[in-house]
């Protein structure tokens, strides 16, 4: 079966950095996601990899290594508004997109 | 770009009343449409997909004559949640891809109470 995975929750202090990890099993890739859900709010976009190492975009950077099936998203200079779900997603063979749970970040000052 | 817009954003009806969703892609043309639903505190669960001018492809377990979907242009997709339920109250968000673009962009969801 296909499955990712992805902490429930973490906690972070403003200021620092924090590390989003995530495992996936799927039958094929093409791509993988990250998306930011606030409470109540729809998701949004953030970054998306399809070759292996990291991508970067200001505060927040996304690692690859398909060989082994793992990404993190990392987010530096943590803010409040940071806290959210982050949701890690890949892209299978059929261009579906197959969902992590989210982890819950909590911002605390 | 990739504005993905939907309406109405809050929806409160009564038990055995049908209600339409409308997603709208605003900047750009979307070939596929996604219908999601999420109960609170739980993952995004994929409804359906479909294709601009053909039937949609209904995941496992969601009833297509309950979830009437209808993906008549490229940027206009609807969900009709046809007598609905107090079990049918949740947020329902789609998500709109252009081409073979990996991209899926999200509407900002609609959130639906039957009483």
């Known amino acids: 079966g296909q499955n990712i995975d992805q902490p429930t929750e973490m906690t972070a202090t403003e200021g620092a950095i924090v590390q989003i990890n995530c495992t996936y099993q799927t039958s094929g890739f093409n791509g993988l996601f990250w998306y930011q859900q606030h409470a109540g709010e729809a998701p949004t976009f953030l970054s998306y990899?399809?070759l292996d190492g990291l991508e970067e975009k200001g505060r927040f950077s996304s690692f690859l290594s398909r060989s082994i099936g793992y990404c993190y998203l990392l987010l530096k200079e943590l803010q409040m508004k940071d806290s959210a779900s982050y949701l890690c997603?890949?892209?299978?063979?059929?261009?579906?997109?197959?969902w992590g749970a989210g982890t819950k970040l909590i911002i605390k000052p | 770009g990739a504005v993905v817009s939907q309406h109405p954003s809050w929806v409160i009806c009564k038990s055995g009343t049908s209600v339409k969703i409308e997603c709208r892609s605003l900047?750009?043309?979307?070939?596929?449409m996604f219908w999601y639903r999420q109960f609170p505190k739980q993952s995004l669960m994929l409804m359906a997909t479909?294709?601009?001018?053909?039937?949609?492809?209904?995941e496992q377990g969601v009833e297509k004559d309950k979830f009437l979907i209808n993906h008549a242009s490229l940027t206009l997709s609807t969900l009709t949640v046809t007598s609905a339920h107090p079990e049918d109250s949740s947020f329902y968000i789609c998500?709109?891809?252009?081409?073979?673009?990996?991209?899926?962009?999200f509407g900002p969801g609609t959130r639906l109470l039957v009483l």
């Open positions: 990899n399809v």
């Open positions: 998500s709109a891809r252009h081409g073979s673009a990996e991209t899926q962009y």
């Open positions: 479909s294709n601009e001018g053909s039937k949609a492809t209904y």
């Open positions: 997603a890949v892209m299978d063979s059929n261009y579906q997109l197959i």
């Open positions: 900047d750009f043309q979307a070939t596929t």
